[in-house]
């Protein structure tokens, strides 16, 4: 039973465009919801976090929006850069180590 | 600025052969997991380590075992390796359960033949 499930699974930018992936999830005892950024061959890294407490948290050219009643969170990428070009995976959980995650979107930005 | 660091980085095993994945962190902190990372899957959690000494189940931990003897290492061990634990694997730290930022390794890439 997938308890993340994250969508698209492949998007393509041209650059200075707007990148959005989107997430949802069905526990609502989850109280923390990350988005990692994970480059070919490396581990991922988180990009930004936000608690169920805030409807937005904003930080340089990535946000998160939440919305808590329709279980849904969204990643928006501002002025997206070929540099951005990654998989990125939404995760929701009691905490950063026991978050389940969502399947990943691979985002490719065109010069 | 080391970080999390996993060895090895590739791994060829036979079927029913077994290994151990080294992970060590040298930020202190108390909590480490490791996970694995499928073709088109997000990281699933096998097990953590909430201290020195302790260790817990994640979400699929069978066919795996892992220790915490020191507070800077956690090993994951595969007693007898099956193909379908081909995978890349993730070692990840953080200094706080809840709030705490999770950093990982680069990966280990073990391919079971």
């Known amino acids: 039973q997938q308890q993340v499930k994250q969508s698209p699974q492949s998007l393509i930018v041209q650059k200075g465009g707007i990148s959005i992936i989107n997430c949802a999830y069905e526990n609502t005892a989850f109280d923390y919801f990350p988005w990692y950024q994970q480059f070919p061959g490396k581990g991922p890294a988180l990009l930004i976090a936000?608690?169920?407490?805030?409807s937005e948290k904003k930080e340089g050219r990535f946000t998160i929006s939440f919305n808590k009643s329709a279980k849904q969170f969204s990643l928006h990428i501002m002025d997206s850069q070929p540099g951005d070009s990654a998989t990125y995976f939404c995760?929701?959980?009691?905490?950063?180590?026991?978050?389940?995650f969502g399947d990943g979107t691979t985002l490719t930005v065109k010069p | 600025n080391a970080g999390v660091t996993q060895t090895p980085k590739f791994r060829v095993l036979k079927t029913g052969q077994s290994m151990t994945l080294l992970c060590a962190q040298d930020?202190?902190?108390?909590?480490m997991y490791w996970y694995r990372q499928d073709p088109g899957m997000g990281l699933r959690l096998i097990h953590y380590s909430v201290g020195e000494g302790t260790t817990a189940k994640g979400e699929v931990p069978d066919g795996y075992n892992v220790s915490r003897l020191k507070k800077q290492n956690f090993l994951l061990g595969l007693e007898s390796a099956a193909p379908s634990q081909t995978s890349v694997y993730f070692c990840a730290s953080s200094l706080l359960a809840n709030t705490g930022e999770l950093f990982f390794g680069e990966g280990s890439r073990l391919t079971v033949l």
């Open positions: 995760a929701a959980g009691p905490s950063a180590g026991k978050s389940t």
């Open positions: 930020m202190n902190h108390e909590y």
């Open positions: 936000i608690r169920p407490d805030v």
